[in-house]
């Protein structure tokens, strides 16, 4: 019975301590063009998976939780962006 009323605090508890990253889900930009991509984060350090044929930066924030990326690319195609956040120890 403690093992049960254990298990069930442990999965109410989970989301609390679950950091998120919200991003579009489609941005649709001209070749060659600045594109925004706005990231927002819960977590503490945020790393991004940029295809090689993107050239990307980070704009200045002067808040960490809100993140501004510029991509461009040179040829007509879709490309992907992925973003994890981590928080304390693990990331999500």
Not at 36 to 41: G, K, S
Not at 73 to 90: M, N, P, Q
């Amino acid at each position: 019975m403690n093992r049960l009323i254990l298990l069930a605090a442990l999965l109410f508890a989970s989301p609390i301590f679950a950091q998120s990253v919200t991003m579009p889900a489609v941005v649709n930009v001209q070749p060659g063009r600045l594109a925004a991509v706005r990231i927002v984060l819960d977590g503490d350090d945020l790393k991004r998976d940029v295809p090689a044929e993107l050239d990307c930066f980070r704009e200045y924030s002067p808040d960490p939780k809100d993140v501004w990326l510029r991509a461009q690319g040179r040829t007509k195609g879709t490309y992907r962006l992925a973003a994890v956040t981590k928080g304390g120890s693990s990331p999500s």
